[in-house]
């Protein structure tokens, strides 16, 4: 009789603070934006003739503009190992093939950003000669186009947020594919 006069109230729950834990603690995302911040968080770029923008391009590397701060401290040395290709310096056709060798052996997904008045339309030497690419649009697809000549580091920092805004946009999981549509 004892125990059931002092069983009449249910014993609270020893683990109630768990539930009040998890509900400050839990983040909803989607699985695209989850991929999508991965990837716009640590682009690894390959650079592809750099020419006079290289200058800019290693100034924008170093401590002042860092780039290092979208994840993008090493250069790769291999496209095989990069996942942003940054053109610039003129592309003369001889050239062209080699540069569309590096990009077909960048792994998917993979961007390019054109840098530079000679990697955007050929620059000043696409009309005088021949002999030069009027832009690498015409070899492999650009994504971001950062015009100049050279263009400055703040420029090419500009052009690498531009990039990271199309990743987050990008479509990873194809609903209709999975279900079998």
């Known amino acids: 009789e004892e125990l059931k006069a002092r069983s009449q109230e249910p014993i609270p729950d ?5 539930d009040e834990k998890l509900e400050q603690n839990i983040l909803l995302t ?13 682009l690894w770029p390959a650079i592809c003739f750099p020419a006079c923008c290289a200058f800019e391009l290693i100034a924008a590397n170093g401590p002042r503009f860092d780039l290092a701060r979208f994840g993008m401290e090493i250069l790769r040395a291999s496209p095989r190992q990069a996942d942003v290709m940054i053109t610039a310096g003129t ?3 001889k050239m062209a093939p080699n540069v569309r060798r ?8 993979k961007w390019v ?3 530079g008045a000679c990697g955007v339309s050929g ?29 400055r580091p703040e420029a090419l920092i500009h052009g690498i947020q531009l990039l990271q805004k199309k990743i987050a946009r990008r479509k990873n ?7 079998g549509k």
């Open 91 to 93: 592309l003369t056709w």
């Open 113 to 115: 950003i054109a840098m």
């Open 30 to 42: 989607t699985a695209d934006a989850l991929i999508n911040w991965g990837r716009r968080s640590s």
């Open 123 to 151: 620059g000043i030497f696409a009309s005088a000669s021949y002999a030069v690419v009027p832009g690498y649009n015409r070899i492999v697809p650009v994504d971001v186009y950062v015009p100049g000549c050279p263009p």
């Open 102 to 109: 590096i990009y077909n052996q960048m792994a998917e997904p």
């Open 14 to 18: 020893p683990d109630q603070w768990l």
């Open 173 to 179: 999981i194809d609903i209709k594919a999975l279900r």
